[in-house]
């Protein structure tokens, strides 16, 4: 019996860097950025006590209304507060899409340099690289991790779909977002007319809060952290069929190449 051997390994301080990489991006995120608007409301009224002295300057009481004066102060308070609170939705959405493109890149990174060791070639890292995550995810689970069952999923998930919603717009991610997470999209409607809001809503509704933005930052901390240490051949039971048939190209790359056979060919592992 052929002994057993490592696929994966998630090397303690390779996992405390990447750990530490994620926690630097939020902290900074919150203190550079999101800390900016946590006042909205009290600069919405020194914009209006701004327009007011304004406009006061050509006040006359022969011709000018002070509550017009008032009015307009008001207006452009709320037109402010408006354009401020969207700029801070924007901030949020921003920092959600820094954390989960942070995450995926290190993620494939990780999977290619780990596979690399015992398969070379460009088939496979290629695919590791331009699969879509789902498929990803399907591998980890072909490894023996069942990421979908874990607490940290959903999360993740759901920032994955905020964050194509939040780029793409219209499409599918949003149609799943409407299944899977409908309470990211604003409606004004309440949760008895879920069904009228869920087919009225489109991308322009989606709602990101720090409080999100927090959790999305804990599921993808938990991941790293939940990551098997070891992963072995062994626990390799259900490696996906693009898997093994890039590696398969590989190989019969190789052996075209060198008119010779390889020696690690991957069939007597996984079929």
Excluded at 14 to 19: A, D, H, P, T, V
Excluded at 60 to 81: K, M, Q, V
Excluded at 205 to 225: C, I, Q
């Amino acid at each position: 019996m052929s002994r057993d051997r490592v696929l994966l390994h998630m090397w303690g301080p390779y996992r405390e860097s990447l750990i530490e990489q994620l926690d630097f991006f939020k902290s900074q995120a919150d203190t550079r950025l999101l800390s900016q608007f946590e006042n909205l409301s009290e600069e919405a009224e020194k914009r209006a006590e701004d327009v007011l002295e304004t406009m006061g300057k050509h006040f006359d009481p022969d011709r000018h209304d002070l509550s017009d004066f008032y009015d307009a102060a008001n207006d452009a308070s709320i037109h402010y507060y408006g354009l401020l609170d969207g700029m801070r939705d924007q901030a949020v959405l921003s920092v959600a899409a820094g954390l989960y493109h942070q995450f995926e890149i290190r993620l494939r990174d990780f999977l290619a340099t780990e596979f690399q060791k015992y398969f070379h070639g460009d088939k496979l890292k290629q695919k590791l690289w331009r699969q879509d995550i789902g498929k990803i995810f399907d591998l980890l689970e072909g490894c023996g991790w069942d990421i979908r069952s874990e607490p940290f999923f959903a999360p993740i998930d759901a920032c994955r779909l905020v964050v194509n919603v939040y780029k793409h717009g219209e499409g599918p991610s949003l149609d799943e977002l409407k299944k899977k997470y409908p309470q990211f999209l604003r409606s004004i409607w309440g949760e008895g007319e879920l069904d009228i809001m869920l087919r009225l809503v489109d991308h322009t509704h989606l709602t990101v809060k720090r409080d999100d933005v927090d959790r999305f930052h804990e599921g993808l901390r938990l991941f790293w952290l939940s990551a098997p240490e070891y992963t072995m051949f062994s626990h390799a039971t259900d490696v996906p069929e693009w898997v093994v048939n890039a590696i398969n190209a590989d190989v019969a790359e190789r052996e075209l190449e060198a008119k010779a056979g390889a020696h690690n060919s991957p069939q007597g592992l996984w079929r």
